[in-house]
């Protein structure tokens, strides 16, 4: 995938949205996905649960995994395209066919730190 930078920012003005995330669902039962953000200078996000959290509701909604109709656990995969690969844990609550509340999980590392200094 080679996603058009320009387009999507043009796109991102017209739908008043700022990233666009790309998945598909592993025969794992695990998702792959891509996040992309150029409106708002994230070219890629190697990994970020504020893609994977909505795609949790999304999936229970539209059925796209098995769950028991109370919760869906999946793995969502992304970063291997930048060689940063990472995983976060979605797990989704169900009432009634939809998500009532979404949680993630995952494990970070410190890529750089630097000092903020105000006034």
């Given at each position: ?13 017209d739908?008043?949205?700022n990233?666009?995330y ?7 039962a ?5 996040m ?12 970020t ?14 059925g796209?995994?098995?769950h028991?109709g ?13 060689r ?26 410190q ?9």
């Amino acid at each position: 995938m080679r996603p058009d930078s320009a387009a999507l920012s043009a796109i991102s003005r017209d739908i008043g949205c700022n990233g666009f995330y790309p998945f598909v669902v592993r025969d794992d039962a695990s998702t792959e996905g891509r996040m992309f953000a150029p409106a708002i200078g994230i070219a890629e996000d190697p990994v970020t649960g504020n893609a994977n959290g909505p795609l949790g509701a999304y999936i229970a909604r539209h059925g796209l995994l098995p769950h028991d109709g109370r919760r869906l656990s999946f793995d969502g995969h992304q970063g291997r395209v930048l060689r940063r690969d990472g995983v976060v844990r979605v797990m989704v609550e169900i009432e009634e066919g939809e998500a009532i509340s979404v949680a993630i999980a995952g494990d970070a590392v410190q890529l750089f730190s630097a000092d903020l200094r105000v006034g």
